[in-house]
């Protein structure tokens, strides 16, 4: 399970940049998450847009909706399971993140106003369909590659 949730200012993101980063940053965090490209995999990412009026957010002391210099604010948030992440990996996810939403906005680079968070919650820390999730068991799905799947047994201790 990952989910990626996307705040920005209210009516920054048009429809057609939520359906397109709804694709764009589920794919972003999936191919380093389980070593290749399976969209058998998309159903356990969800993607949240969610939406701040200006007067709801602040940057340096000081209300957007006051500051006047049209900031371009963006805050995404990703949470993943525990597993393989060294600091390469999740540099890379970074990357993705910032390059696809810098597509869907259509701008030539990201905003110096948008931030990501990446947050791996512990094994054993999950719940789903009224009970705990484990990455060890998303293993046996079938969309892990056997060398991410290894890497992942092995960052987790088991």
Do not use: Y
């Amino acid at each position: 399970m990952t989910v990626i949730t996307v705040n920005t200012s209210r009516g920054r993101l048009s429809l057609e940049q939520r359906r397109t980063l709804a694709e764009t940053l589920t794919d972003a965090v999936l191919v380093p998450e389980v070593g290749h490209f399976d969209p058998a995999a998309r159903p356990g990412f969800q993607v949240r847009f969610v939406e701040h009026d200006t007067d709801m957010m602040a940057i340096g002391g000081r209300l957007v909706s006051d500051s006047g210099s049209g900031l371009d604010v963006m805050v995404i948030d990703v949470a993943v399971m525990d597993g393989d992440w060294p600091p390469a990996v999740r540099a890379e996810v970074i990357e993705r993140l910032l390059a696809a939403l810098t597509s869907a906005c259509g701008l030539p680079a990201p905003s110096p106003a948008w931030w990501v968070n990446f947050r791996v919650i512990d094994e054993g820390s999950w719940g789903s369909g009224g009970g705990v999730t484990s990455i060890l068991t998303l293993l046996a799905s079938g969309v892990f590659t056997e060398e991410k799947a290894k890497a992942i047994r092995a960052a987790v201790g088991a």
